[in-house]
């Protein structure tokens, strides 16, 4: 076997075992506090369940929460409704619900590789091209203390929330992703087909999407003024066409978004919002070591760039523009969409999401021109240090928790093991529940959620005490 045949399958092994690990570890991500409300549906689901299109909102400003989340909403409702008990006649049924969202967070990480893959064009048959898809799969680390678990989030409800709806995002961007990488070709067909179906799912499923295409358009229509090979490009009927149906559809949106129950009720004035956002920058992004390592990588290939091909340099600074001008935008939009208390300082890992993944998109474009550069001189050696440096540290700190899957499926075990109608339990962790359960009403859904899911017992609600005193 030849040396590249083999240093290629030994890269795929590791990409494999990479994948299979972040896959195992989304498996043991527990429950959250909001899945009973938005499985069984409470009074506020069921009012955006029942108006897809927020019309309700529209009538009544302020009457329910999220009218421009339908799509969300539905997704976690009818997955997580159905997915476990259908897993259940497979696995034991205490693992279903983990199995579950382990599979559908998967698959969207994995879809968002492959979206990265897509646009950077990577060379997925080359050693080289597996190396950078294996140092890339490092930024999606699961168990995440670099970014603080910026894409994929550890709660089941706030992964339907964010990251999901960005993945269907950038289908519904998808052709202009096409037109982007493949400047001098048509968009192919099926690329207009995903972006006309996802128009409308991407604009009901929060206002995170919104904000990140008003930004694309934003610069895209600069970039039309100002370049005329920009113009030729987009200035034709199915472009114009899918642009002003976007346009409409993220107007629409923020407008009932404006109209939210929890937004009216929270609102604080603007200038307090951009005060909060400049404290936000500093405690949820400059001050986590993932955030500032991915500025540093990217400042490092493109100075490494600039001194060893100034024509790679060139090409790499127009992404560079543009990311750079995305995250501006997108972090100064940001306050337009309310304030919300469970965000104090506007920011959050979740609607970080847009700008953890355009910064790790233009650091794949930098390793892509950079790798085909390497020699063996100082200036590649530091370059090599630095980026290894920082992987490295990407998978220190991914570790393998089993504390909180094994506490809860502990506490499942209480409940299933007990004869009592309201069954006490113990109060090392949370079941299905944001806080801990002392008025049995309080757990009432929560324990309807794991019937749903086929966990059965006699209790139909549960209370907490100190572990000592449930023994």
């Known amino acids: 076997m030849k040396s590249n045949q083999l240093q290629y399958i030994l890269l795929l092994l590791l990409l494999v075992t ?18 009973p409300s938005g499985v069984l549906v409470d009074a506020d689901v069921q009012q955006i369940l029942d108006n897809p299109l927020g019309l309700e909102a529209i009538e009544k400003p302020g009457s329910y929460p999220n009218p421009n989340r339908f799509f969300s909403h539905y997704a976690l409702h009818k997955y997580m409704g159905g997915m476990p008990a259908m897993l259940g006649s497979i696995v034991k049924p205490e693992n279903a619900p983990y199995l579950a969202m ?12 492959l979206f990265i893959l897509r646009i950077t064009k990577i060379p997925w048959k080359t050693s080289q091209g597996l190396l950078i898809i294996l140092a890339t799969h490092l930024f999606f680390a699961a168990e995440d203390h670099m970014l603080g678990n910026a894409i994929i989030d550890k709660a089941p409800t706030y992964f339907f929330f964010y990251a999901l709806p960005f993945f269907w995002t950038l289908f519904s961007l998808f052709p202009l992703i096409e037109l982007v ?12 087909v995903l972006g006309f179906i996802f128009i409308p799912v991407s604009c009901l499923s929060g206002p995170t999407n919104t904000g ?10 600069v970039s039309i003024l100002r370049e005329p090979e920009w113009r030729a490009r987009v200035l034709k009927l199915p472009v114009l066409i899918y642009i ?30 951009y005060l909060l956002l400049a404290k936000g920058m500093w405690t949820e992004m400059l001050s986590r070591r993932g955030y500032y390592l ?53 920011l959050r890992n979740d609607v970080l999401i847009p700008v953890t993944y355009a910064l790790i998109l233009v650091n794949v474009l930098g390793w892509k021109s950079v790798l ?21 540290l990407f998978w220190k700190f991914d570790p393998l928790y089993t504390e909180h899957y094994l506490c809860q499926q502990a506490r499942i075990s209480e409940l299933q093991s007990t004869d009592e109608d309201v069954a006490v339990i113990c109060d090392d962790c949370l079941l299905v529940h944001w806080w801990k359960v002392e008025n049995p009403e309080e757990s009432l859904n929560s ?21 000592e005193a449930s023994d």
């Open 102 to 113: 382990a599979i559908i967070k998967f698959l969207t990480e994995l879809g968002l590789l």
């Open 18 to 35: 990479s994948l299979g690990y972040s896959a195992y570890q989304h498996f043991l991500m527990p429950m959250d506090g909001d899945l």
């Open 447 to 467: 324990v309807k959620l794991l019937k749903l899911w086929g966990i059965e017992s006699s209790a139909n609600a549960y209370v907490v005490k100190p572990c």
């Open 372 to 392: 085909r550069l390497i020699v063996k001189d100082w200036m590649s050696a530091v370059y090599v240090v630095i980026v290894a440096r920082a992987l490295f």
């Open 244 to 273: 002003a149906l976007f346009s409409i559809g993220v107007l629409y949106s923020l407008f009932i978004g404006s109209l939210d129950a929890i937004g009216m009720a929270e609102n604080i004035p603007l200038s307090e919002r």
């Open 212 to 221: 990140v295409v008003a930004v694309v358009f934003i610069i895209l229509t």
């Open 181 to 192: 990488r493949n400047p001098k070709e048509n968009p192919p067909l099926w690329t207009w």
């Open 294 to 346: 991915l500025f540093i990588l990217w400042a490092a290939g493109l100075a490494y760039l600039r001194f060893k091909d100034a024509t790679s340099f060139k090409k790499l600074l127009r992404p560079s523009a543009f990311v750079l001008s995305f995250i501006v935008l997108y972090l100064l939009l940001l306050p337009l969409g309310g304030y919300r208390s469970w965000r104090p300082n506007m």
